[in-house]
């Protein structure tokens, strides 16, 4: 399942710097993303984390994600 | 717009800082809610929370009110903050008191109570 989390955010930030899925519990439904893109660059924390949301839009409505931790950051500072 | 909607729009509005979580203070039931809770306590700020569990409705109409997919949900004067992670990293960072100040003011730490809305009666203790 993380797997398929990488995938959609790969293909959302193709320029990621940092693109790492961790499923936390080993259950396939609790994870841990982090990404850093220079697409962030200049965006709120909130708007961050909002493009994140996006690309994962289908497997947060499907259930399949239980439980989703976001770290993001640009890649200018 | 439903009257529920509406009870979720009033508790945004009007609370200076709501936050939709899962469970209540006294019993929460699911770990980020209460990471965001903790953020929010340790910043001093005076929460409403609303429980988002007893009707699904609740999440969806939120949902729809924020466009944020996930629960929790903070929001300060209105303005949406963000979930769990966002608001606990700006409280490590010392944003969150800071965000608070300017939009509560100086003293918001000042009698600073917590309130529990039940948006399906529209009770508020």
């Known amino acids: 399942m993380a797997e398929r989390l990488e995938f959609l955010l790969r293909n959302a930030f193709p320029d990621a710097d940092e693109l790492c899925v961790e499923d936390r519990t080993g259950g396939g439904d609790h994870f841990q993303v982090t990404v850093a893109s220079p697409s962030f660059d200049g965006l709120s924390l909130l708007d961050q984390h909002r493009r994140v949301n996006e690309a994962l839009t289908e497997p947060l409505r499907d259930g399949t994600i239980h439980e989703l931790r976001i770290k993001t950051r640009g890649t200018s500072t | ?125």
């Open chain 2, 1 to 125: 717009m439903s009257e529920l909607g509406d009870r979720i729009k009033d508790v945004i509005e009007n609370e200076p800082v709501a936050l939709f979580m899962k469970g209540t203070p006294q019993f929460i039931m699911c770990g980020n809610s209460d990471r965001a809770l903790r953020a929010l306590r340790e910043a001093g700020a005076p929460v409403t929370t609303v429980d988002v569990l007893p009707d699904a409705a609740i999440r969806q109409e939120l949902s729809e009110v924020s466009g944020w997919p996930t629960i929790p949900q903070v929001f300060v004067k209105g303005e949406l903050v963000g979930g769990a992670d966002i608001t606990e990293e700006l409280g490590e960072s010392g944003e969150l008191a800071r965000l608070l100040e300017e939009k509560l003011g100086e003293g918001y730490r000042d009698g600073a109570e917590e309130h529990v809305v039940d948006v399906l009666s529209g009770a508020r203790a």
